[in-house]
């Protein structure tokens, strides 16, 4: 398996330019997730999907920020305008939720610099 | 508000010293606690999920153990390999699948 793929691995952007994160899942999980780390935050969940429909979105900073998962194999997160203090890791992860608590198997992130 | 708190902030040990990572949690309701290494550069990896207060898994020389507050990931004779930042994250009973992650302990191994 190829486990969670994340593209870019890097982006550089300049303030009030849209970024879009693409993320696709290991096959056959049913549920993804999008993290935001930094140094004085840690790891934040942002936003997660169940079967391809958004569950919990309470992480998710303000309207600038807007996450789809049109399939199961995909999903973007999109920063509208960015900003500088959106320069972070990006992490996608996923799992097969069945009911029982399971392990999330996490991307490599993409970094984002706004400048 | 759930926190999870992990201390130290960073560790430096010698090869083959024994020590051990804490993190204390504040949840209501517990279903799960997770440890994961995260290595620079890199995306979290899974090492062990605990369910209930008592449990313990072991893998190579780590040894993670869980009471009602806290849990601690106990490194046997570490090796320069060990070296990482380790994270504790708390899934509570509700029906979410939110990972409450704390900020993590990195980990130096000298040889």
């Known amino acids: 398996d190829a486990g969670v793929i994340q593209s870019p691995r890097h982006e550089v952007t300049e303030m009030g330019q849209e970024v879009t994160l693409r993320c696709k899942p290991i096959s056959g999980h049913n549920s993804l997730f999008w993290y935001r780390q930094t140094m004085m935050r840690g790891l934040e969940l942002l936003i997660y999907f169940n079967n391809n429909v958004p569950i919990d979105d309470s992480g998710m900073p303000e309207d600038r920020f807007s996450a789809k998962m049109p399939n199961a194999s995909f999903s973007t997160l999109k920063i509208q305008p960015s900003e500088p203090r959106d320069s972070a890791v990006y992490f996608c992860a996923s799992s097969f939720v069945a009911g029982g608590p399971v392990e999330q198997f996490f991307g490599p992130g993409t970094r984002l610099t706004v400048l | 508000e759930d926190q999870v708190t992990q201390s130290p902030e960073a560790l430096r040990l010698q090869e083959g010293e024994s020590s051990s990572l804490n993190c204390s949690y504040t949840v209501s309701g517990l279903r799960g606690l997770f440890w994961y290494r995260q290595d620079p550069g890199k995306g979290p990896e899974f090492l062990f999920t605990?369910?209930?207060a008592g449990e313990e898994k072991e893998k190579e020389r780590l040894k993670a153990t869980l009471t009602k507050k806290e849990s601690f990931l106990h490194i046997t004779a570490p090796k320069p390999e060990d070296s990482a930042t380790y994270l504790c994250?708390?899934?509570?009973?509700?029906?979410?699948?939110?990972?409450?992650f704390g900020k993590g302990t990195k980990l130096t191994v000298n040889p």
């Open positions: 605990l369910y209930s």
């Open positions: 994250a708390v899934l509570k009973k509700g029906g979410s699948e939110k990972l409450v």
